[in-house]
C-alpha cells in the first residue's frame, strides 16, 4: 500500500477467513517433509529442482486463502480480493450487505465483493430434539462492524477517490516461482 494507508493501520479491524491460515500451515508442514525427504533420500539439488512446485502451491494456498481479507479503519475500508487491492473512503460506501460473501457498494454503482472476509454458511439439518443455531452469526458480526466503522467515520469533502492497485510482493513472488521452476525444468532436462 502507500504511505498514506500502511498496511496494518491503527484502529484497524481486520477481517479474514480462518480457515485459510491453517490450510497454509498444514500444505507449509507437508511441502517441508516432502523437501527434507527429498533431500534426505537423494541430494540437496533434487530438492532444490523439486521445490519450485510445493513453493507454487503454497503460492497459491497464500493468495486463495490468507490475503483475500477486508480491513475497516478510520479513513475507509481496504479491500483485497485476491491479487487485487481496493481502498474505498467511507465517503463513497453507500451500503454494506452481506450475500454470500461481504459485498460493498460505492456511490459510483460498483460493487466490491470480499472474497476474503466470513461468508454464509448453508444452514445446518437439525436432529431430533435440537434447536436451530444461529450459523451465520461471524458473518453478520462483520457486517455490523464495518457499518459502525462507516458511522463513527469523520465526514469528508470532498470524497477521496477509490484506488485500485495490485498485491505487488505476491506477483514478484510468483514471477520468482516461476522463473526457479523453468530453470529446473532446464536443468533436469
Known amino acids: 500500500m502507500t504511505a498514506e494507508h500502511p498496511e496494518t493501520p491503527v484502529g484497524a479491524a481486520s477481517l479474514r477467513n480462518r480457515g485459510g491460515v491453517a490450510l497454509l500451515v498444514i500444505c507449509s508442514i507437508l511441502s517441508a517433509v516432502l523437501l527434507i525427504d527429498a533431500a534426505v533420500r537423494g541430494d540437496v539439488v533434487t530438492a532444490m529442482l523439486l521445490a519450485p512446485w510445493p513453493l507454487l502451491a503454497l503460492w497459491a494456498v497464500y493468495v486463495l486463502g490468507v490475503a483475500s481479507r477486508v480491513r475497516a479503519t478510520p479513513d475507509g475500508v481496504l479491500v483485497q480480493n485476491l491479487l487485487r487491492t ?16 461481504i459485498e ?7 460493487l466490491v465483493p470480499c472474497f476474503g472476509g466470513p461468508a454464509t454458511r448453508r ?17 453478520d458480526d462483520a457486517v ?3 457499518r459502525k466503522a462507516k458511522a463513527s467515520a469523520a465526514p469528508v469533502t470532498p470524497a477521496p477517490p477509490v484506488r485500485r492497485a495490485w498485491d505487488i510482493p505476491a506477483i514478484v513472488a510468483l514471477l520468482v516461482i516461476i522463473a ?10
Open 86 to 101: 481496493t481502498f474505498a473512503p467511507w465517503a463513497r460506501v453507500q451500503q454494506i450487505r452481506m450475500r454470500w460473501q
Open 104 to 110: 460493498i457498494t460505492l456511490d459510483d454503482g460498483s
Open 123 to 139: 444452514p445446518q439439518r437439525l436432529g431430533p430434539g435440537r434447536t436451530k443455531e444461529d450459523a451465520n452469526g461471524r458473518a
Open 144 to 146: 455490523a462492524a464495518l
Open 180 to 189: 526457479w521452476a523453468v530453470a529446473a525444468v532446464l536443468i533436469a532436462g
